[in-house]
């Protein structure tokens, strides 16, 4: 069996001063990084995604833009892959699962963002295709929603979402945890 991180979107326009900043993406990318750490030490596959927005209109990760790149925090080394996809599932129309595949794959370690769009989406397929889900929750971020006239604050949107993946999409755990299974 083996388990690769996968990084979904951890992108410049979410961090402070981007064009679609999310709460806690420093902390999240912090926990990002500290998984990417210990995947790097292991020797154990990492893969990225990297969302372009491509519709007309679209305000952030704009192709072209500093804040399309991935942060720099998490950037990918040499020899990782870096996957671009145009929707929320990182499956539709990418060849993710064609590369988790010929690497021998069969879990994943997921972290990045937004909680209740690309995270939840690609966990979601993941699982559907058979993958083992392990979501690092302190390693993703997402932002306030407004529903019906309230506003939802983002550590609401983020635990009602985690919640909803727990059973039976992923095993959702904080960052450190899921470095400890590594060892197990």
Same mark, same amino acid.
């Given at each position: 069996?083996?388990?690769?991180? *996968?990084?979904?979107?951890?992108? !410049?326009?979410?961090?402070?001063?981007?064009? @679609?900043?999310?709460?806690? @993406?420093?902390?999240?990318? /912090?926990?990002?990084? @500290? *998984?990417?750490?210990?995947?790097?030490?292991? $020797?154990?596959? =990492?893969?990225? &995604?990297?969302?372009?927005? =491509?519709?007309?209109?679209?305000?952030?990760?704009?192709?072209?833009?500093?804040?399309?790149?991935?942060?720099?925090?998490?950037?990918?080394?040499?020899?990782?892959?870096?996957?671009?996809? !145009?929707?929320?599932?990182?499956?539709? %129309?990418?060849?993710?699962?064609?590369? &988790?595949?010929?690497?021998? +794959?069969?879990? &994943?370690?997921?972290?990045?963002?937004?909680?209740? @769009?690309? =995270?939840?989406?690609? +966990?979601?397929?993941?699982?559907?295709?058979?993958?083992?889900?392990? +979501?690092?929750?302190?390693?993703?971020?997402?932002?306030?929603?407004?529903?019906?006239?309230?506003?939802?604050?983002?550590?609401? =949107?983020? $635990? %009602?979402?985690?919640?909803?993946?727990?059973?039976?999409? %992923?095993? +959702?755990?904080?960052?450190?945890?899921?470095?400890? /299974?590594?060892?197990?």
């Amino acid at each position: 069996m083996t388990t690769a991180l *996968l990084l979904i979107d951890i992108q !410049n326009d979410y961090f402070p001063g981007g064009s @679609m900043a999310l709460e806690r @993406m420093d902390e999240a990318a /912090a926990s990002a990084r @500290m *998984l990417l750490d210990a995947f790097r030490e292991r $020797g154990m596959p =990492v893969l990225h &995604l990297r969302h372009l927005s =491509v519709r007309p209109g679209a305000t952030f990760f704009v192709p072209g833009t500093k804040g399309a790149d991935i942060n720099a925090l998490v950037g990918p080394a040499s020899g990782e892959k870096v996957i671009e996809k !145009n929707f929320p599932n990182g499956f539709r %129309a990418t060849k993710l699962f064609d590369e &988790l595949r010929a690497a021998g +794959v069969d879990g &994943l370690v997921i972290a990045g963002a937004m909680s209740h @769009m690309c =995270v939840d989406a690609t +966990v979601r397929a993941a699982f559907d295709l058979g993958f083992r889900c392990t +979501v690092a929750e302190d390693a993703c971020a997402t932002r306030a929603l407004e529903f019906n006239g309230a506003t939802l604050p983002a550590n609401q =949107v983020h $635990g %009602a979402f985690m919640a909803a993946l727990r059973v039976p999409y %992923a095993s +959702v755990v904080r960052a450190r945890e899921a470095i400890a /299974a590594l060892n197990h």
